[in-house]
């Protein structure tokens, strides 16, 4: 597998050792680097050093929130064709219409167990990243 740049903005710190410990086991050679909010998130794509190939998007978060960093990045032709994965615990439809309005690939429901994560994230790199 060709090594793969991802980033996780989420500001729930369980939730990036876990998706980091899961991607390590689904992809160990994907690199993962990780944003506590939108606003975090858009200083790393625009400082240049991060080129990055996925993005996985948490929806509630302060200062920038998901819908908030979604709309910025696809506004921006540097960043507009980077799949965006919302990684969310909203069950909301509505979250799932506007954010595929605003440009997301998928709407994920965080999973209640590591392995349900493993097998989500098997999935939508199947599927992004082909």
């Known amino acids: 597998m ?9 500001d729930d710190m369980d939730d990036q050792e876990l998706f ?3 991607m390590s086991i689904v992809d160990s050679a994907a690199t993962c680097h990780f944003a506590s909010d939108g606003e975090e998130g858009l200083r790393m794509l625009d400082s240049g050093i991060l080129q990055c190939d996925l993005i996985f998007l948490d929806l509630n978060m302060p200062k920038m929130n998901g819908k908030q960093f979604l709309a910025e990045i696809k506004k921006n032709s540097a960043y507009r064709d980077i799949p965006v994965v919302i990684f969310t615990t909203s069950l909301r439809e509505q979250d799932g219409i506007e954010t595929a309005e605003l440009g997301a690939s998928h709407f994920l429901t965080k999973p209640s167990s590591f392995g ?3 097998k989500q994230l098997e999935n939508v790199l199947a599927i992004t990243l082909a």
């Not at 060709?2 to 989420?10: E, F, Q, Y």
């Open 20 to 22: 980091g410990e899961a």
């Open 2 to 10: 060709a090594k793969k740049v991802i980033l996780l903005v989420d």
């Open 116 to 118: 349900e994560l493993c």
